[in-house]
C-alpha cells in the first residue's frame, strides 16, 4: 500500500508562484511512475506533469512548460511542483499520483491517464486571480 498526501496550496495573484508537495509513505515498489494532475469544475482531471524515479525524466503538458516543474527529494520521500508565472487559468485543485512498478533503473514514458494510476492524494487547492 503507499499514501499520498499533497500540501502547498493556496491564493496567489496572477504572475506569483507556489510550489506544491506531495508525502508518500509506505512505498514496497522498486520505482514510481509519480504524476501531478489538476482538475477545475465541469473539466476533465488532467495530467500537468510526471516524472519516473528510475531516470528523472519529466514530462509536461503544453500549457504549462516553462512555467512548472516536478521534482524529487527521493531522501524525503517527497515529489514538489515548482509553479511560476501562474495564470488565472491554472486554478484548480491538483493532485499527486502514483503507479510503483518493479524495475530497477532504466528508462520509461508514464502515461498521462487518469485511469492508469493507481495511488492518490486528496488534492490541494490552487487559486490565482487577476
Known amino acids: 500500500q503507499v499514501q499520498v498526501a499533497e500540501s502547498g496550496g493556496g491564493s496567489v495573484q496572477a504572475g506569483g508562484s507556489l510550489r506544491l508537495s506531495c508525502a508518500t509513505s509506505?512505498?514496497?515498489?522498486?520505482?514510481?511512475?509519480m504524476a501531478w494532475f489538476r482538475q477545475s469544475p465541469g473539466t476533465e482531471r488532467d495530467a500537468v506533469a510526471t516524472?519516473?524515479?528510475?531516470?528523472?525524466?519529466?514530462y509536461y503538458a503544453e500549457s504549462v512548460k516553462s512555467r512548472f516543474s516536478i521534482s524529487q527529494d527521493n531522501a524525503k520521500n517527497t515529489l514538489y511542483l515548482q509553479m511560476n508565472s501562474l495564470e488565472p487559468a491554472d486554478t484548480a485543485i491538483y493532485y499527486c499520483?502514483?503507479?510503483?512498478?518493479?524495475?530497477?533503473?532504466?528508462?520509461?514514458?508514464?502515461?498521462?491517464?487518469?485511469?492508469?494510476?493507481?495511488?492518490w492524494g486528496q488534492g490541494t487547492q490552487v487559486t490565482v486571480s487577476s
Open positions: 499520483a502514483a503507479i510503483g512498478v518493479m524495475i530497477d533503473g532504466g528508462h520509461w514514458s508514464c502515461p498521462n491517464r487518469r485511469s492508469d494510476y493507481d495511488y
Open positions: 509506505g512505498d514496497t515498489y522498486i520505482n514510481y511512475c
Open positions: 516524472i519516473y524515479t528510475g531516470d528523472g525524466i519529466p
